[in-house]
């Protein structure tokens, strides 16, 4: 198993590609603390992984909020020891258009996406520092490099932010052991994507080199890749998962 002793962190693994990703992570061996705001969400994906076979525990964390993110941390430490692997998954999207932008919708995105990711990634380091060894995967969009797509420019920001932050934290952590790579998905099928106009979503489908949206366990797939030993040699890389839509 590749992830055989490791404890993860998974944040906004409660639906979607986080849910997805702590599956595969718990039939890889890891201990998965499922972290997400909607503990009921949380917790369905902790019982499916058990039945599974996969050791998870569901936390409550709202990483919109600092406070919350360091008490957290501190009692995921009490509980489950030191963290090898952390999954900045959680976001939200936002459609809001630039006449209808306000700064209270600018911060909610900017706070979640990008703040929460960065700020929970600085109380888990001292943990991976310590025991010269960490993963960090960060959760980027297409977004970032398009300037968004049905989004509103406080999610393409957000994610493009998390991309900067990547190679931040790949230069500062290389030295200690630890890799941090970002993952660039393009479409994928969640309720994110399903929530868009039928009309919009056979367009983007029609743009598709591969011909069809991504599946989830497919952008699993590539978080397990960087949070294993198979990619041992590679950090600061912004990896593009988007079928051939956008090829740089
Ligand atoms: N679905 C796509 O097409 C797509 C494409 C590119 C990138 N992404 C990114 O992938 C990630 C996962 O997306 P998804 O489609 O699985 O979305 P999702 O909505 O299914 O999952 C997001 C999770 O984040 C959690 N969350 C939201 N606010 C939170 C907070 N304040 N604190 C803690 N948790 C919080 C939610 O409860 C939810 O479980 C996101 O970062 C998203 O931006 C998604």
């Not at 941390?73 to 809001?96: C, P, Q, R, T, Y």
């Given at each position: ?10 944040t ?43 050791r ?39 459609k ?21 990711a ?34 509103g420019v406080n999610?393409?920001v ?29 479409f ?47 950090t ?8 051939g839509?956008?090829?740089?």
């Amino acid at each position: 198993m590749k992830l055989e002793n490791k404890i993860s962190i998974i944040t906004g693994a409660a639906s979607g590609i986080g849910k997805a990703t702590a599956i595969l992570f718990g039939e890889e061996g890891s201990t998965v603390v499922v972290a997400d705001i909607d503990m009921e969400g949380a917790r369905k994906t902790a019982d499916e992984m058990r039945e599974k076979g996969g050791r998870a525990f569901p936390v409550k964390v709202d990483l919109s909020d600092i406070g919350d993110i360091q008490s957290t941390v501190l009692d995921i430490k009490e509980k489950f020891g030191d963290i090898h692997i952390l999954v900045n998954n959680a976001g939200v999207f936002s459609k809001v258009q630039i006449q209808d932008m306000t700064e209270e919708e600018w911060d909610r995105v900017m706070d979640i996406n990008l703040k929460g990711a960065f700020f929970l990634s600085k109380e888990v380091l001292p943990m991976m520092i310590k025991q010269q060894y960490g993963k960090i995967v960060n959760v980027s969009s297409l977004s970032a490099k398009r300037g968004g797509f049905t989004s509103g420019v406080n999610y393409g920001v957000s994610k493009a932010g998390l991309i900067s932050v990547t190679k931040y934290m790949a230069n500062f952590g290389g030295r200690y052991g630890i890799n941090v790579n970002a993952i660039v998905p393009g479409f994928v099928d969640t309720e994110m994507f399903q929530n868009h106009p039928e009309e919009k979503k056979k367009a983007v489908i029609k743009s598709i080199p591969i011909g069809r949206i991504a599946r989830k366990e497919e952008i699993a797939k590539a978080i397990m890749f960087l949070s294993s030993e198979d990619s041992s040699y590679i950090t600061g890389e912004i990896l593009d998962i988007n079928g051939g839509v956008l090829m740089d």
